[in-house]
């Protein structure tokens, strides 16, 4: 018999889910309002949860431009912290079946291990670059506007059900179903996924934000049954869900050794250039066939590895990585507006960057951004630039 979810462990699951979401937003008024009556409110969501009786709110929806435009639907807080839990309660026992290459939204496998990871496959493939190499890039054309939920609901509920007679691990002999409450996990997957995040949303700002966004980054513009939130953190996790079916083709059906996925930019790195194009066919098909996506052909690249690769704002070369151009752009764009005023905010700002920069090759280039006499008035760096000490700030005037 498998575990039955308590009203008094969704108690504590949904505050340990609070302060979650609460976390760099505890200045926020609509936090504040929640906090405000905070056992009340959280007795009020269990009561929900436990009957299901719980129905996602309407969001807000609103036009971003940087780093690029972007359409946003924000979830009201209730419903992050319903997100939190069900993240917490999940993203374990889903990576369980991802590939180690899968590298958005997961622990200690964002950006920078993503870039490590292909420039490892590279070295490995080109035998320490003794070898030509190339990488062969795909894109998939809007992909979280163009996710077909019930698909993706099949797909999660399909894992949950396998996983939960799993181990948990080697040091944990119980399995996943002794421990989560697997029915009410389907159910809040059903919950989540289903909604359509068009329904009596609220939109923020004129209509005119849109003109100039792509109809295929828009979910007012996809069919009927298509597309995720980009802003929900359930969505950062259900993008993994649903292109792990793509990453398991990709490895155990065309045998693709050095293969990698970030979101929807994924490589395939090979020292033979025409078996890796001869896979594109058969990759639009099972895409298309399976997943109903599309693959981006016009972003569809090879490279050769000695000339560099760019991948996740990084340039990756024989035995170094530099920063892209088009995010060193946007750096120095950043850094011409920061108010030198705030010093805690130049404090945090630079380094941001300097912590960033740290992992490429950029001991010039930071000495050639920050070394400067407007930064020289405002604080000292160590030896290495890589950190600016916030003592001089304070001390210092602008």
């Not at 062969?136 to 007679?165: C, P, V, W």
């Not at 896979?279 to 099972?286: G, N, S, T």
Request: hydrophobic share 35%; aromatic share 12%; charged share 30%.
């Amino acid at each position: 018999m498998g575990y039955k979810l308590t009203r008094q462990d969704l108690t504590r699951d949904l505050y340990i889910a609070f302060y979650d979401a609460r976390r760099h937003k505890a200045n926020m008024s609509y936090v504040a309002r929640f906090e405000r009556d905070l056992h009340r409110n959280i007795e009020h969501l269990c009561d929900s949860l436990i009957t299901r009786s719980y129905q996602p709110k309407p969001s807000k929806c609103f036009i971003i431009e940087y780093p690029k435009k972007r359409e946003v639907f924000a979830a009201q807080f209730i419903d992050r912290v319903v997100h939190h839990l069900y993240f917490n309660y999940t993203h374990e026992l889903f990576e369980r079946t991802f590939i180690q290459d899968t590298y958005s939204c997961i622990k200690e496998r964002g950006t920078h291990y993503g870039i490590n990871r292909l420039a490892s496959h590279i070295r490995q493939e080109s035998c320490n670059y003794q070898h030509p190499c190339y990488i062969l890039k795909l894109d998939i054309r809007g992909y979280f506007m163009h996710i077909k939920r019930e698909r993706l609901q099949e797909i999660a509920s399909n894992s949950l059900r396998a996983m939960q007679t799993h181990r948990i691990s080697k040091g944990r002999p119980e399995t996943w179903e002794e421990v989560i409450d697997i029915d009410f996990l389907l159910w809040l997957t059903k919950e989540i996924i289903l909604l359509d995040p068009k329904t009596n949303c609220e939109l923020v700002g004129s209509k005119d934000n849109w003109n100039g966004l792509d109809r295929n980054k828009s979910l007012f513009f996809t069919e009927e049954g298509c597309g995720l939130p980009i802003g929900n953190l359930t969505s950062q996790l259900f993008s993994n869900v649903y292109l792990n079916v793509f990453d398991q083709y990709m490895k155990r059906e065309l045998h693709c050794r050095h293969y990698g996925r970030y979101v929807d930019d994924a490589y395939i790195v090979s020292c033979d250039k025409e078996w890796m194009l001869s896979l594109v066919p058969e990759i639009r098909r099972f895409l298309k066939e399976s997943l109903c996506l599309e693959l981006h052909m016009g972003k569809l690249s090879v490279c050769q590895s000695n000339s560099g690769v760019e991948f996740l704002g990084s340039f990756v070369k024989p035995y170094r990585n530099y920063v892209s151009n088009q995010s060193l752009r946007r750096v120095k764009s950043n850094i011409g507006k920061i108010d030198f005023t705030d010093h805690e905010k130049v404090f945090r700002t630079v380094n941001s960057y300097l912590g960033m920069f740290v992992h490429y090759s950029s001991f010039n280039l930071r000495k050639e951004l920050f070394l400067k006499q407007k930064y020289i008035d405002v604080a000292k760096f160590d030896s290495d630039m890589t950190k600016m000490d916030k003592r001089t700030i304070k001390r210092r005037k602008l």
